[in-house]
């Protein structure tokens, strides 16, 4: 359960800081010309980003060799919700009413999905 919780928390962290690498070498003046690509693999918030991801697909396949698939990929729904939290917190992006109802609704289908497989 840790390493499953670990994949998912990380996965989510490593989108967080690949969406501000990406809004700073967007945001960043071209130098001479150089592709958004290019800015992007020097910024190290995406390079981060791109790290914790990688880590949190290691941790995800060490999972799916422990756990059934059907139990593990409900926890991605996890993610979602707290992509909007840090979205909303960190990012400072404008979130909806709709959103935040949405995520709720998800989490409570992966509450549901837990209380069957207990049951």
Do not use: C
């Amino acid at each position: 359960m840790a390493l499953l919780l670990f994949a998912v928390f990380s996965s989510a962290a490593g989108q967080i800081m690949l969406k501000h690498g990406m809004r700073s070498a967007s945001a960043a003046a071209p130098d001479g010309g150089v592709p958004l690509a290019m800015r992007a693999a020097t910024t190290p918030w995406v390079v981060l980003g791109l790290t914790v991801f990688a880590l949190s697909a290691v941790a995800w396949m060490s999972t799916l060799a422990r756990v059934p698939l059907s139990t593990a990929y409900p926890f991605n729904a996890l993610g979602y919700l707290l992509i909007v939290i840090a979205a909303s917190t960190v990012l400072h992006e404008r979130t909806s009413l709709w959103t935040w109802a949405g995520s709720l609704v998800v989490v409570a289908g992966l509450l549901m999905v837990m209380a069957g497989r207990q049951g």
